[in-house]
């Protein structure tokens, strides 16, 4: 059976950050994601924002949830989506924490 090591694309030495995180239980864990804080245009130029977003392996998050805290690159963000795509990878979205 072969198992695809999907470390490589968010390992901190070519891609990735080191993020910590606190999951639904109230635990810190630390792990390597690759942040994205996007620029978004939407309704035509009218309305402007960021997207800032953080991919991870699936199996690393499985314990966060909606409201939990990441921080990442010294800013910490509040998970809003979580969003599994199928091959292993899960996208979080994230916007500032209050």
Same mark, same amino acid.
């Given at each position: 059976?072969?198992?695809?090591?999907?470390?490589?694309?968010?390992?901190?030495?070519?891609?990735?950050?080191?993020?910590?995180?606190?999951?639904?239980?109230?635990?810190?864990?630390?792990?390597?994601?690759?942040?994205?804080?996007?620029?978004? $245009? #939407?309704?035509?130029?009218?309305?402007?924002?960021?997207? %800032?977003?953080?991919?991870?392996?699936?199996? =690393? @998050?499985?314990?966060?949830?909606?409201?939990?805290?990441?921080?990442? $690159? #010294?800013?910490?963000?509040?998970?809003?989506?979580?969003? %599994?795509?199928?091959?292993?990878?899960?996208? =979080? @979205?994230?916007?500032?924490?209050?």
């Amino acid at each position: 059976m072969f198992v695809e090591d999907l470390s490589v694309f968010t390992n901190p030495a070519e891609f990735g950050q080191v993020a910590t995180a606190t999951t639904k239980f109230g635990e810190v864990i630390t792990l390597p994601v690759i942040f994205d804080n996007a620029y978004e $245009s #939407a309704l035509g130029g009218f309305a402007e924002s960021s997207g %800032p977003s953080a991919l991870a392996q699936s199996a =690393l @998050v499985q314990d966060l949830a909606h409201g939990s805290q990441i921080e990442i $690159s #010294a800013r910490t963000w509040a998970i809003v989506e979580i969003q %599994p795509d199928g091959t292993g990878m899960t996208r =979080l @979205v994230l916007e500032k924490a209050a």
